[in-house]
């Protein structure tokens, strides 16, 4: 049984993956104490996963614990990895990675100096329909990728108060594109790894304090093929997610994000066509029946990376690589023009 301490409460997915591990024994994950910067919020958290506070950081590090999860406000992320890589314990860490490329930088040197396990959350590379797109593109199935469009959207606009949350306050979390753009930022990076060029528009619609809450940033690779990120935080309703176009065949993805998930199905969650077929492939993998229930599946995945028993979901190295391309966004959207994602100017965002 592995012990694990929860560093921060911010992020609400711990929830979800810490509750599934409390009632799951078997997956061999003993959460057994917490802590905030936000003591009231860390006692809260502590209480709804039924595990010791820890009177301090320190003493959280100094317990009985071999692994971390990390899900403060990202602007705390840097420090919190030094420290616990220091103290030799392995790391679950929440996205986004970090604020700045110096912070992920570090994030990268500290995990890699003191040897220890290290993966960032990401539950869109968890998702078995996400896995199955993943295959079919790297097998080639459909033959050459030519256009990849992933639609990522929440309705923010409509959640009480989330303009005075963290989540897009500029000191911890920089905004909303730079927090939530990074799922599909990522799961493009994961599917068809680096690409060369990014060109990116950003605009604020619905409310002035929840700013760049819709981007769409257009990715090109050495290929040529092109990937869109169409990220849309005022979005009410939606069912496609994933759009892939290949010279032998389209695959479609419906109900891939919490706005989909919750709607009505009309359409199977996964469907390919293949050039010569009568009609569309049905995957036959059921999309989550609430997008909770995709948060909850990560539980398995993290366990068995502590376990040693599979790869990292996400290495700090992709991660970090994930916001270099999300960064690169602003520096193309502040330069008003297409940038290479290894624009150096990238640090200055």
């Not at 420290?83 to 030799?88: D, P, Q, S, W």
């Not at 949350?165 to 939530?180: G, K």
């Not at 995957?283 to 398995?300: C, K």
Request: hydrophobic share 40%.
């Amino acid at each position: 049984m592995i012990n694990v301490g929860v560093i921060g409460f911010a992020h609400g997915h711990v929830f979800a993956f810490g509750e599934e591990w409390n009632a799951h024994p078997e997956y061999g994950v003993n959460l057994t104490c917490g802590w905030d910067r936000d003591a009231a919020r860390g006692k809260e958290g502590c209480e709804k996963l039924s595990i010791k506070q820890a009177d301090s950081l320190e003493a959280l590090l100094a317990s009985d614990i071999s692994a971390v999860v990390i899900t403060s406000e990202t602007s705390f992320h840097a420090e919190y990895v030094k420290l616990a890589a220091e103290a030799k314990k392995d790391i679950i860490l929440y996205k986004p990675m970090a604020l700045h490329m110096s912070e992920a930088d570090s994030i990268v040197e500290a995990v890699n100096k003191n040897g220890v396990k290290f993966t960032m959350g990401w539950q869109s590379r968890t998702d078995p329909q996400n896995v199955k797109m993943r295959e079919l593109v790297q097998n080639k199935t459909l033959g050459k990728v030519c256009h990849y469009r992933r639609r990522h959207g929440l309705s923010t606009h409509l959640w009480d108060n989330f303009e005075n949350s963290w989540h897009v306050a500029p000191e911890y979390n920089r905004d909303i594109f730079a927090d939530d753009s990074a799922h599909p930022i990522d799961m493009m990076q994961w599917m068809f790894g680096m690409p060369e060029t990014v060109s990116c528009e950003m605009t604020t619609m619905a409310n002035p304090n929840i700013i760049n809450d819709n981007g769409v940033a257009l990715f090109k690779y050495g290929s040529g093929m092109i990937a869109e990120i169409t990220c849309g935080f005022t979005t009410a309703a939606a069912e496609i997610t994933t759009e892939i176009y290949c010279t032998g065949g389209s695959i479609q993805q419906y109900y891939g994000d919490a706005v989909s998930t919750a709607l009505p199905r009309s359409e199977p969650g996964l469907k390919w066509f293949a050039n010569g077929d009568d009609g569309w492939t049905d995957s036959g993998i059921a999309s989550p029946g609430t997008h909770r229930e995709r948060l909850v599946a990560q539980a398995v995945h993290f366990a068995n990376y502590l376990k040693g028993e599979t790869p990292a979901v996400c290495t700090a190295e992709e991660g970090r690589n994930s916001l270099r391309l999300v960064l690169a966004c602003y520096l193309s959207a502040r330069e008003g023009r297409r940038v290479s994602v290894w624009d150096e100017r990238i640090y200055e965002i």
